[in-house]
Nanobody, 122 residues
Framework: QVQLVESGGGLVQAGGSLRLSCAAS????????VGWFRQKPEKEREFVAA????????YYADSVKGRFTISRDNTKNTAYLQMNRLKPDDTAVYFC???????????????WGQGTQVTVSS
């Protein structure tokens, strides 16, 4: 049973932008923090950004700070990741996840999407 569904990935040139969406069912979204992670080929899944349930606090990995923005719309059970000034090093599969706290650890999240590919060409 699919709990979270990411969309919005694709191929973009360096310097371009993409907005990822994470659509969730109410029971996997309501009351939960949301995290975005990414996994590069042959690398561990890494933290990108997180947001509290209320949306009033956000957290970012240093590598994306100032370029990416996480947000959510609780009326639509959807979270977003706006990615600007993309770099080839941002190429990865991007996953959204929900959990009790907006932590950078994968283990803090109980529900995961299947991921969406983002490819940034140089």
């Amino acid at each position: 049973q699919v709990q979270l569904v990411e969309s919005g990935g694709g191929l973009v040139q360096a310097g371009g932008s993409l907005r990822l969406s994470c659509a969730a069912s109410r029971h996997t979204f309501s009351g939960y923090a949301v995290g975005w992670f990414r996994q590069k080929p042959e690398k561990e899944r890494e933290f990108v950004a997180a947001i509290t349930w209320s949306g009033d606090t956000t957290y970012y990995a240093d590598s994306v700070k100032g370029r990416f923005t996480i947000s959510r719309d609780n009326t639509k059970n959807t979270a977003y990741l706006q990615m600007n000034r993309l770099k080839p090093d941002d190429t990865a599969v991007y996953f959204c996840a929900t959990g009790a706290r907006p932590l950078s650890s994968k283990t803090a999240y109980g529900y995961w999407g299947q991921g969406t590919q983002v490819t940034v060409s140089s």
